[in-house]
C-alpha cells in the first residue's frame, strides 16, 4: 500500500474526522458523524482507496517507474 495522501489532504482529513466524531459524540449532530472516523483513519494511514481509482495522488513523493 503505498501513500498517496500529501501533507494539507492528511491535515484536512484528520481535523475533519477529529471534528465529525467529536459532533457525533456530543449529540450535536447524529449518527452520521461517526463516519467521520473514514477520513481519520485514511489521514492517518495516508492511504486513500478512491484515489487509485480516480487517478488522483497529493503525496509528493511519488515513485518513479
Known sequence: MKANIGGWDRVLRIVLGLVLIGLAATGTV????WLGVIPLVTGLVRFCPLYPLLGLNTCPLRSKK
Open 30 to 33: 447524529g449518527w452520521w458523524g
